[in-house]
């Protein structure tokens, strides 16, 4: 078989081999078409130093979401889970492997997928409103409803009476519900998250989690968060992903079965949850040894 009719053979049979290990039978109902469809992704990045042998970040990263999933991933810290977010988002250009949206590949950034970031990305020199708007500013999006719609959001993620606020006035976990707000506004159907709550302190923390959990809810969106918590992980997702130390590649995938609504309180006393927290610790801690990165 050539190297272009395998290729081929894999586009049609998205679930074949590695992938049918990952499968989750327990998420979104197994008839649902993916909307992600990761595979084999290889990123390398040139080093500084040694132009000859680069930096393999992943190496046959394959993941699929359905529509509405919320995924979270946790890994060793340099294992390439920002790299992975950066694909999906059309960020950055593997070296080898594609991402498909409904099946059709990413070629660089679209309206259906927004990102949040860990250190909020917001312009200080612009007020909530504005950083909201900044968004669908560059989509070149901004017409009669778009102040309308702005608002909605704002009002979303809890901060209306705060429109006029510069950055600067805000709490921590207040900018990233702006972060939050301007991803939201655009609308799209995919959320990239990539430790949007490491900064923010731990009180903030739990209830953004709740707010975003409920928010999540009643958008339906479809979620991939990186966090190095696993507790997040755990409260936050319908499935687990563990990435291996770099180069990083799905290790294993835990379907997370708790009932919702989650929270943190809640789920102490939880058996079901302190033997899956285990579990995820387990496969974690093999992969942290010397020279094969850490966890935060
Ligand atoms: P994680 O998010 O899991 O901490 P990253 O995806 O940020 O990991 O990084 C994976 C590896 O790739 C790390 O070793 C990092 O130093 C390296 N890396 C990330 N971005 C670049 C880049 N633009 N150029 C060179 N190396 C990079």
Redesign the pocket.
Known sequence: MTMQEDGRERLRRPMIGKREQQSDPGAADEDTPYLIQASNLVVE???ARDKTAP?V?LQDFSLDVRPGEFVTIV??????????LNVVAGLQVPTAGEVLIEGKPVTGPGPERAMVFQDYGLLPWRTVIKNVLFGLEMQGRVDSQAHERVRHYIQLVGLSGFEHAYPRELSGGMRQRVGLARALAIEPRILLMDEPFAAVDLITRELMQDELARIIANTGKTVIF?THSVDEAIILGDRLVV?SA?P?HVKKVVPVGLPRPRSERGLRSSLEYSSMREQVWEELVTEVRPGSGRMD
């Open positions: 990045y040139e080093r930096l970040a890994g060793p810290s340099g294992c390439g889970k920002s790299t992975f990186v990435v770099r990083g």
